[in-house]
């Protein structure tokens, strides 16, 4: 059997918007889709999700632990794909501080959607991107 654990993150600013990074469309994950912030924690992570949620924020946003507010985890969801792949997924939230600047990574770009908006389709892939 195969474990394979993640971590995201739910980030908000003072705007009530929520941070998503847009895959590039020719990601091997989810090309073109708006994701969370996040990724898979290292082998040395694993007993800390907390550590490995830090650090895939600031690879794929630049920021710093200390421009973020209330990291707390949310949720745990445990899934079966296919017969052996076990993903557990940490989620957290939190907040970014006023002012905090976005860095997009090599996985794509990253930008804000608001809060009211996250349940339009559109959102699901970004026509064109």
């Known amino acids: ?3 394979r654990s993640m971590a995201v ?3 908000m600013n003072e705007n009530q918007e929520v941070l998503f990074l847009n895959k590039k469309d020719d990601a091997a994950f989810l090309p073109g889709y708006l994701v969370p912030v996040g990724g898979h924690i290292e082998p040395v992570e694993l007993k800390e999700p907390l550590i490995s949620c830090y650090r895939e924020i600031e690879e794929e946003t630049g920021l710093h ?4 507010e209330n990291l707390r985890l949310k949720y745990i969801i445990y899934r079966l794909k296919g017969f052996n792949d076990v993903r557990v997924q940490y989620v957290f939230f939190g907040e970014v501080l006023k002012h ?3 860095v997009s990574s090599d996985e794509g770009k990253v930008q804000w959607v608001p809060l009211p908006d996250l349940d339009k389709n559109r959102y699901l892939r970004l026509q064109g991107s």
């Open 1 to 3: 059997m195969i474990l």
């Open 9 to 11: 993150a739910f980030l």
């Open 65 to 68: 632990k200390n421009q973020i």
């Open 100 to 102: 905090s600047a976005l």
